[in-house]
């Protein structure tokens, strides 16, 4: 077989060599041990956690003195959406991933470029020829039938499914046989030419995981497609070498292809790169553990944690828990110092479907936020509500110190109060506030309803000394509390309370309730000074009714 005379058939137009690339991609000046890695999201407009997740990388990389890069892996045009590499930057920048290079909003930057790879079309014929000058790649004029006849075939023996052995019909034709194909134009993708052995190991590090080994490959899969774009596979190990990508970080899905990429890296004579596969975000399903996914989980997206409203570092160390063994730990152990100072290592990542747990997010993220000041709980809650809820917005803008009051109540000391652990929660929380969002979520204690409602407010109302210290307040209280009927302390009126109307709970679930709607709200005497004596008066008063 004429390998040159094959190559010049179907790349007539390719006058570049591998080593004219080798020269353009010069290897990175770096320090020691610098990582250089990547994301590399096809710009389908859904932006998933696994995009963040992987983004993990950025820390490996800045860690270590090395680069991290986007590059945009457009290769299936069908599936582009609009706007969707505007959507992937904004998401990274939202949660502070910081790219060296790669896409921007506007264009790229960094000399590894382009970072499109529907633009990188010579680069990858230029490799592609070189295979076929090497008798390591061919033209396969096979049709969708054809294919699925031998799928069907393979099926009825028993066989392994591919394009491999007799199967490979393609393979070792005769530079004639092709030429009269592409002379009556049909349709053909490239395919590399295994010598694989289905009975070899190959072992494999992986940087996560630890040394594996697969299966070498033995079919003829695509490098490149009929429209002549490769598939992920050429275009990866393509990209990844030349971009002098030293880590890939990507989802375990990828280890079933995982023998093919490297025996691209070994024929090729490129250095693989290190692997790491991260476990596949899971999450329990009734009883049983299931992968994530885009129909049925809307928290698989990443913009559902900023529509929630979700703090970033909330975020980061949530994920940062799922994801690295010793996180917890460190967070324990440093519980004011930014997720950043940790010292991400890859050999503590899980390597076995991480759980997904929205409950344990919330948990963390409300611990986080009872840690804050009260200015920054009103900064972040503003920034949100810009977004997201323009009138909370424009009231809280109206009147900053009584919301930043809200905020602060039940904040600081020793056993801070965890209401709310996102910024919508936040919202409906400290709805109550604000007489323009006060609604009654709760009725009035049965015990303290009916004719004694107005009693015990009235009392209540008539005693209200605004001045009164929180101790004084409670110390009144209790007063008005036994006057009325009712026992000071709730263990009493258990033991007997065919003695009482009710307990001290009912009448301060009362005032709750008059004041907030809700029989579950922060401190009263805490709260009304939020509201004011006015407010105050107003409310209980109309709840008299
Ligand atoms: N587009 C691929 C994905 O999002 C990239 C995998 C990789 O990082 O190589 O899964």
Redesign the pocket.
């Known amino acids: 077989m004429d390998y040159t005379a094959l190559a010049n058939l179907l790349f007539p137009d390719i006058t570049k060599t591998i080593a004219d690339y080798e020269a353009q991609y010069p290897p990175r000046d770096l320090p020691g041990g610098a990582v250089v890695t990547?994301?590399?999201?096809?710009p389908t407009g859904f932006v998933h956690l696994g995009?963040l997740y992987?983004a993990i990388g950025e820390r490996l990389a800045h860690q270590s003195g090395g680069v991290f890069y986007l590059r945009i892996?457009d290769t299936d045009q069908k599936r582009e959406v609009e706007g969707a590499v505007e959507a992937v930057i904004d998401a990274m920048t939202f949660y502070g991933v910081r790219f060296d290079e790669g896409v921007t909003k506007d264009g790229e930057t960094g000399a590894y470029g382009p970072y499109r790879q529907r633009q990188r079309r010579e680069l990858y014929q230029t490799v592609a020829k070189s295979l076929v000058l090497r008798g390591l790649a061919y033209p396969c004029f096979c049709t969708e039938d054809d294919l699925n006849a031998m799928h069907a075939a393979q099926e009825a023996a028993k066989e392994n499914y591919g394009y491999y052995g007799k199967y490979a019909v393609w393979r070792d034709r005769t530079v004639e046989e092709i030429q009269a194909e592409l002379q009556k134009g049909t349709e053909w993708v490239l395919r590399f030419h295994s010598e694989g052995d289905p009975e070899h190991m190959i072992p494999v590090l992986d940087g996560i995981r630890g040394e594996l080994k697969v299966q070498e490959n033995y079919t003829d899969f695509v490098l490149l497609k009929s429209d002549g774009i490769p598939t992920?596979h050429f275009a990866?190990v393509c990209d990844d070498h030349f971009m002098r990508t030293t880590h890939?970080?990507?989802?375990e899905s990828?280890l079933a292809t995982l023998p093919i990429h490297v025996q691209l890296f070994d024929t090729l004579g490129w250095r693989r790169p290190v692997y790491c596969h991260t476990a596949t975000l899971m999450k329990m399903d009734g009883s049983s553990k299931r992968k994530l996914s885009k129909r049925k989980d809307p928290e698989l997206a990443l913009s559902y944690y900023r529509e929630a409203g979700y703090p970033q570092e909330a975020t980061w160390l949530y994920l940062l828990t799922v994801l690295n063994s010793n996180f917890e730990e460190w967070h324990l152990a440093n519980p004011d110092a930014d997720s950043r100072e940790f010292r991400f290592s890859l050999e503590k990542m899980s390597t076995s479907g991480s759980l997904f747990d929205l409950e344990k997010l919330d948990n963390i993220a409300k611990e986080y936020l009872s840690r804050q000041t009260a200015d920054f709980v009103y900064d972040g809650l503003l920034d949100w509500a810009k977004e997201y809820d323009a009138g909370l917005a424009a009231r809280m803008a109206q009147r900053p110190d009584f919301f930043k009051a809200a905020i602060g109540v039940g904040r600081g000391g020793e056993k801070p109060r965890k209401d709310y652990g996102c910024w919508r929660d936040a919202a409906a929380f400290l709805s109550f506030y604000d007489a323009e969002t006060f609604t009654f979520t709760d009725a009035c204690p049965e015990r303290a309803d009916g004719a004694q409602r107005a009693e015990i407010l009235t009392r209540y109302l008539d005693t209200l000394r605004f001045a009164d210290t929180q101790e004084e307040w409670f110390a009144k209280v209790k007063q008005i509390t036994e006057e009325l009927g009712y026992a000071a302390q709730p263990k009493k009126y258990k033991k007997n309370p065919e003695l009482y109307k009710g307990s001290i709970v009912d009448v301060t679930n009362l005032l709750r309730v008059a004041l907030t709607g809700r029989q579950n709200a922060p401190d009263i005497w805490e709260i009304s000074h939020v509201l004011g004596e006015e407010e105050t008066r107003r409310r209980l008063t109309a709840y008299m009714a």
């Open positions: 990547r994301i590399a999201p096809s995009n992987n892996e992920y990866h890939v970080i990507r989802d990828w």
